[in-house]
C-alpha cells in the first residue's frame, strides 16, 4: 500500500513537471507597447517610415511630456541611444492621429488646433511657448530652453580663447537672460524666453493666442557659444 501511494505522488510530480515544461513563455512585451504600435502606425501612415521603425525599436524609451494645455492630446519624447548617433524625436498623438513634431514647426499648431486648446492665463501660454520650442526643434540639434546664463552648458574644461569667450558671454548676459515669461496682450499673451540651438543663443518672442496658435519671433543673440553639438 506505501509502495503504491509513492509511485501514485512520483507520478503526479513527473506529470506536473512535464505540463510545466511544455507551457508556451508569456511574451515579452513593454509596458507601452500598445501606444508604441499605435504611434509607430500612425507615422508610417503620414510617410514617416523611419521615425515609425525608430518608435517601434527594443532599445528606445517613450516618455510623456507635460503639457498641461493640451486637452484631448498628448506629446511623447522617443530617446534611441543604442547606436553610435542617439536620436531623439517628439511626437504628439489624439486617438488614431499622430503627429512628428520634430523639425516641423507647422504640425504644432495643427495639434492644438485638433485639440481644441484654450489658453487663458500666462502660465499656460509659458508651458506652450516652452512645449513649441523644446518639441519642434531640428533632428539632432541641441535645443534647450535656459532661465539664467548659469543654464548654458558649457564645454568643459576649456581653455584660451574658448574660456575668455564663455567668461564674456556670462557676464553681458548674466542680468539679461530671465526665466520665460508672458505678458497679456492683443488676442493672447507674448511669451519671451530664452534658448541655446546648437552653438547659438537666442532670444524669442512668442505669441499664443487664446486658441493656441503660435507665431515665433527669433533673435539670435551669440552666434558662437563654445557648446557641445550633441543631444
Not at 485638433?114 to 511657448?129: E, F, K, P, R
Amino acid at each position: 500500500m506505501a509502495l503504491a501511494l509513492v509511485a501514485l505522488v512520483l507520478a503526479g510530480c513527473a506529470s506536473s513537471s512535464g505540463a510545466a515544461g511544455s507551457r508556451t513563455p508569456e511574451p515579452n512585451t513593454r509596458p507601452d507597447e500598445r501606444l508604441r504600435q499605435t504611434i509607430s502606425q500612425g507615422l508610417q501612415r503620414e510617410g514617416r517610415q523611419e521615425e515609425a521603425r525608430i518608435v517601434a525599436l527594443g532599445g528606445s524609451r517613450l516618455t510623456r511630456v507635460e503639457t498641461p494645455f493640451l486637452r484631448t492630446w498628448a506629446v511623447y519624447r522617443v530617446d534611441y541611444r543604442q547606436s553610435p548617433h542617439p536620436v531623439q524625436l517628439h511626437v504628439a498623438t489624439g486617438g488614431d492621429r499622430v503627429e512628428l513634431l520634430t523639425g516641423v514647426p507647422k504640425a504644432f499648431g495643427e495639434v492644438t488646433a485638433a485639440d481644441g486648446t484654450t489658453v487663458t492665463d500666462a502660465a499656460a501660454a509659458v508651458a506652450l511657448a516652452r512645449a513649441y520650442v523644446e518639441t519642434t526643434r531640428p533632428g539632432g540639434v541641441l535645443t534647450y530652453v535656459v532661465g539664467r546664463v548659469e543654464d548654458i552648458a558649457f564645454r568643459p574644461g576649456i581653455t584660451g580663447d574658448a574660456a575668455r569667450r564663455r567668461d564674456e558671454i556670462l557676464a553681458e548676459y548674466r542680468s539679461r537672460i530671465k526665466e520665460p515669461a508672458a505678458r497679456a496682450g492683443g488676442e493672447g499673451f507674448t511669451v519671451t524666453l530664452y534658448a541655446v540651438k546648437d552653438k547659438a543663443l537666442q532670444r524669442h518672442d512668442i505669441g499664443v493666442t487664446a486658441k493656441g496658435a503660435v507665431d515665433d519671433r527669433v533673435e539670435t543673440l551669440v552666434p558662437d557659444l563654445p557648446v557641445p553639438y550633441t543631444l
